[in-house]
């Protein structure tokens, strides 16, 4: 079935260090990709998404490009803050289904 | 902006008791999701709506019912809660095809 791939964390890092958090799925089409971010204590807000090959997401200084041939969608930011300190989910949909979510990536950023 | 909102962030029921958990939201989206969230596991689908009156189990819906009886609102309900159940819950609704938008959450203890 389809199903999400997102590397293990915890994730820990120095600000303004370079993040990457690696996505990778499985489906027998091709869905829609997104990235959900979840600050401590909240639900989940849509961080960046695509909808086709080729295409980049992007927001608040975060990237991701739908990879066809790799079937990713790697998470990346040049100059992580101290304010990104949060839960990465990776999500596939296709039109009339359910989303799929990975298990979550913790990232700490510190001083 | 869209608002799902939650009726409780925080509950502690008991063994055995019946317990509901309400979600709302105000831009008129025709699906709404129930997750359950747990660490290492990241979301999983326990039932999902599409339309009033009409509703599709998830992967985990073994314990669990849901009613939707008015489209901005939709509740989950733990029919004999177990310790097994204890577990964040998140609300999310979409428009056909989008990405979903979720609530804060309500982490549930069942003692």
């Known amino acids: 079935g389809d199903s999400v791939t997102q590397m293990e964390g915890p994730v820990t890092l120095s600000e303004e260090a370079f993040l990457t958090i690696n996505c990778t799925y499985t489906?027998?089409?091709?869905?829609?990709l997104f990235w959900y971010v979840q600050y401590p204590g909240e639900g989940l807000q849509l961080l960046l998404k695509a909808t086709k090959a080729d295409d980049k997401g992007s927001n608040k200084g975060f990237e991701a490009t739908y990879r066809k041939e790799t079937t990713s969608f790697h998470l990346e930011k040049g100059s992580v803050q101290v304010s990104d300190s949060a839960v990465y989910f990776c999500?596939?949909?296709?039109?009339?289904?359910?989303?799929?979510f990975g298990a979550g990536t913790r990232l700490t950023v510190k001083p | 902006d869209v608002k799902v909102t939650q009726s409780s962030r925080y509950l502690v029921k008991r063994t055995g008791e019946k317990v509901f958990l309400e979600c709302v939201q105000d831009m008129d989206h025709e699906n709404m999701f129930w997750y359950r969230q747990d660490p290492g596991l990241g979301l999983r689908l326990i039932y999902f709506?599409?339309?009033?009156?009409?509703?599709e189990k998830g992967d985990i819906p073994e314990g669990y019912s849901v009613s939707r009886e008015k489209k901005e609102r939709f509740s989950l309900i733990l029919e004999s809660a177990s310790t097994n159940q204890t577990s964040m819950y998140l609300c999310a609704s979409s428009l056909v095809g989008n990405e979903q938008f979720f609530g804060p959450g309500t982490r549930l203890t069942v003692l």
């Open positions: 999500a596939l949909k296709f039109t009339y289904h359910d989303m799929r």
């Open positions: 489906a027998t089409g091709y869905p829609s």
């Open positions: 709506s599409y339309d009033v009156k009409m509703k």
